[in-house]
């Protein structure tokens, strides 16, 4: 039973992933792009610079949170419903207690890491997918 267990887990790992990492991008991009929103973007760069980088930080954000949120509801929905075999969510407990204040700042730097390569990793996946260039670079020779 857990070679059976094994393999489905590898195959669900296959179905989940591609779907969650490529195609749920994808589809945000286009209906993106379908409502104009890039293009509309892109076009305020050589008259209204700062409201370009405003509008561009605040949609890649919101273009990664939305990404995060839809691949957390279809895989929490496939669990639901049977359909997705993944490892059990086994939670984390220290035996360790702590006593005084605690340094955040590590986990502060972490945060504003990640949110600025979401921020990179949304408009790598806007600009593929969309195939446009983006204003802010020399154009290509």
């Not at 991008?25 to 929103?37: A, C, D, R, S």
């Not at 995060?68 to 059990?88: D, P, Q, R, T, V």
Request: hydrophobic share 50%; aromatic share 18%.
């Amino acid at each position: 039973m857990n070679s059976i267990r094994w393999f489905t887990q590898r195959v669900t790992g296959f179905i989940v992933w591609p779907i969650v990492i490529l195609a749920i991008p994808y589809v945000l991009t286009k209906i993106g792009q379908f409502f104009g929103l890039w293009e509309s973007i892109d076009r305020l760069y050589p008259t209204s610079i700062i409201i370009f980088w405003i509008l561009f930080g605040v949609t890649r954000v919101v273009f990664m949170l939305v990404w995060y949120k839809l691949g957390e509801i279809f895989i929490n929905s496939g669990k639901k419903g049977g359909f997705f075999w993944f490892k059990s969510d086994d939670g984390y407990y220290s035996s360790r207690h702590e006593s005084g204040p605690v340094d955040k700042s590590g986990l502060i730097l972490a945060y504003v890491l990640v949110a600025v390569m979401a921020t990179l990793i949304a408009e790598l996946a806007i600009r593929l997918s969309t195939q446009t260039f983006p204003p802010y670079l020399p154009p290509p020779s």
